[in-house]
């Protein structure tokens, strides 16, 4: 049956990331179950093996996912159809909210009790995605039945949001001159998000008007959509750990599930000792009793990315000048001494690439003779470690080792872009991440440059 109507051709794309999504099945859907209070999925699921039922599930999913957007033009042109209107979901207000996109489904079959004239029942995870980085997990349920002419009659469909047991988080520190009261009571999150992004502190160095102690608001944006009864707060201090410092100045709020914690907060880029910034999430009533405590889900500091390779090159016997987070004459100097003993391209400039090379051990870089087939090269991984920094990922020190935070930020990457997610480094993906023209046409990149990244371990 060919399709080619434009909402066909809509949900032809999107099924490009399912079949991916589908080789996911076994390993995520059992996850997503033990995170969530109940699951929409049966107790047992299996895999299905002929390709027509595979295709089956695949467009199932798909315009339920598209549904949710508001889009219902596969419904009525691709060979899935709804059989009442209450059958098909109701569109989410949160992906309502404005560039949200169907990038990913997961599809189980289960429930054949009765035999194939009694219908079937698929269930899995749609995810969304937006320009901004922002994720929206949901589980979803549908019952189905083929039609005499051909097509797939969906008679039912049940939809639940997830909540991540760990969310994700950016945090961007704003002088507060450039904070507009008015913008914190009454614009959508999203439009907050854009203007706090363009107006932030760069997190690779500081500038002038940044010098000294001043006065700032530090926002922290929740980037998964949660309950809107959860709580969000920050805590500002000088220990990392715990919950430790004071949060009695933070304000939050929540739209459609997307939460924001703001505070603000006096003290300086440029000098030491270091502030450290405490992201706190409570989960609300979809999370079951005994899981919803409080947690610490990110901790942020106040040391900028320049401040990190003034630091370092100190502390190996180099004179970078004071660790202000300026770059002077004597910052330039040190990092150009540091680039030739280590026999790197001499150019006095800070980058991640230099942050990896101080991380490293002190012996000088040497080339690797032999590689293991199984091995990944070092020069490529260190390439696409610094791309992927470049976007605003965090895949560690860029030192050419393939190391689990380098895999997660390739996954998600590869998940922000559409591509099969697999955490590997290859030719082509880092071409795709050090294309300097991506970089600054994606709006994803625009926005998470200035988003300071997260000096602790999770939790």
């Not at 929740?222 to 304000?251: N, P």
């Amino acid at each position: 049956m060919t399709l080619t109507t434009k909402g066909t051709r809509r949900l032809r794309q999107v099924l490009v990331g399912i079949v991916a999504g589908m080789t996911l099945v076994v390993a995520t859907m059992p996850h997503l179950h033990a995170q969530s209070q109940g699951s929409a999925v049966g107790q047992e699921t299996m895999t299905a093996e002929d390709p027509r039922e595979r295709d089956t599930l695949m467009f199932v999913g798909g315009v339920i996912g598209l549904a949710l957007q508001g889009i219902t033009d596969p419904a009525r042109t691709a060979p899935v159809r709804f059989a009442t209107e209450g059958a098909m979901p109701r569109p989410d207000p949160a992906i309502l909210e404005g560039g949200f996109y169907l990038v990913s489904v997961t599809a189980v079959p289960y429930d054949k009790a009765g035999g194939e004239e009694s219908g079937r029942t698929v269930g899995g995870v749609l995810l969304h995605r937006d320009r901004f980085g922002r994720y929206i997990s949901t589980r979803y349920a549908a019952y189905y039945r083929a039609a005499p002419d051909g097509s797939i009659v969906v008679h039912s469909t049940t939809v639940e949001p997830i909540d991540t047991p760990v969310p994700k988080i950016s945090i961007y520190i704003v002088p507060a001159e450039r904070v507009i009261s008015g913008l914190l009571k009454t614009q959508p999150v999203i439009t907050l998000l854009q203007y706090v992004a363009n107006n932030a502190v760069p997190r690779f160095k500081t500038r002038k008007a940044d010098r000294g102690e001043k006065d700032y608001y530090v926002f922290a944006f929740f980037m998964d959509r949660l309950a809107e009864d959860a709580k969000v707060g920050l805590l500002i201090g000088d220990q990392s750990g715990g919950f430790t410092g004071h949060g009695r100045d933070t304000l939050s709020f929540q739209e459609n599930g997307w939460h924001v914690a703001y505070t603000p907060v006096r003290f300086a880029l440029d000098c030491t000792p270091q502030v450290f910034f405490k992201v706190v999430y409570t989960p609300g009533t979809r999370v079951s009793p005994d899981r919803r405590e409080r947690m610490l889900v990110a901790v942020f500091t106040s040391d900028s990315f320049l401040q990190q390779i003034q630091r370092l090159l100190a502390k190996r016997g180099y004179n970078p000048g004071p660790i202000d987070g300026m770059m002077g004459p004597r910052t330039r100097e040190a990092i150009r001494q540091f680039q030739q003993d280590r026999k790197l391209s001499v150019d006095g400039e800070p980058s991640v690439f230099l942050l990896g090379a101080l991380n490293t051990s002190d012996q000088p870089a040497t080339t690797v003779k032999t590689t293991n087939a199984s091995t990944p090269d070092p020069g490529m991984v260190r390439k696409v470690q610094w791309g992927l920094a470049q976007w605003g990922y965090d895949p560690g020190p860029a030192d050419g080792v393939l190391g689990q935070r380098t895999r997660q930020a390739i996954r998600e990457f590869q998940r922000d872009q559409g591509l099969t997610v697999d955490g590997r480094p290859s030719a082509q993906l880092a071409a795709m991440v050090t294309d300097s023209r991506r970089q600054g046409s994606a709006s994803r990149s625009q926005v998470r440059s200035k988003a300071w990244p997260n000096k602790v371990q999770r939790p």
